[in-house]
């Protein structure tokens, strides 16, 4: 069974940083990805990675302020998240997908329990 567990989550202000991180136990595939959702929105693709760290993918919204990373040795993924922006507070989820990476959740078999991230402006 694969479990994902999300951390790193909290409130900053507008123009402030955090880090995200998602451990992993288990065998989660190949691709992990980290997507978000905000109240009354639904879930949305924010970052992708494959496994060997090379190919990431990001939503247009975040692209230049985000980074997806990943340690495969401590089976761990992380989002760095810069310059944030009140239009970034969700709750921000891990998912693991078989495939080599992608930026659809139905494609996505793992799942955390989501780490609120609140942007103050």
């Known amino acids: 069974q694969v479990q994902l567990v999300e951390s790193g989550g909290g409130l900053v202000q507008a123009g402030g940083s955090l880090r995200l991180s998602c451990a992993a136990s288990?065998?989660?595939?190949?691709?992990m990805g980290w997507f978000r959702q905000a109240p009354g929105k639904e879930r949305e693709f924010v970052a992708t990675?494959?496994?060997?760290?090379?190919?990431?993918s990001y939503a247009d919204s975040v692209k230049g302020r985000f980074t997806i990373s990943r340690d495969n040795a401590k089976n761990t993924v992380y989002l760095q998240m810069n310059s944030l922006r009140p239009e970034d507070t969700a709750v921000y989820y891990c998912?693991?997908?078989?495939?080599?990476?992608?930026?659809?959740?139905?494609?996505?078999?793992?799942w955390g329990q989501g780490t609120q991230v609140t942007v103050s402006s």
């Open positions: 990675i494959n496994l060997s760290g090379g190919i990431t």
């Open positions: 288990g065998r989660t595939g190949t691709g």
């Open positions: 998912a693991a997908t078989p495939r080599t990476y992608s930026s659809v959740a139905r494609q996505y078999d793992y």
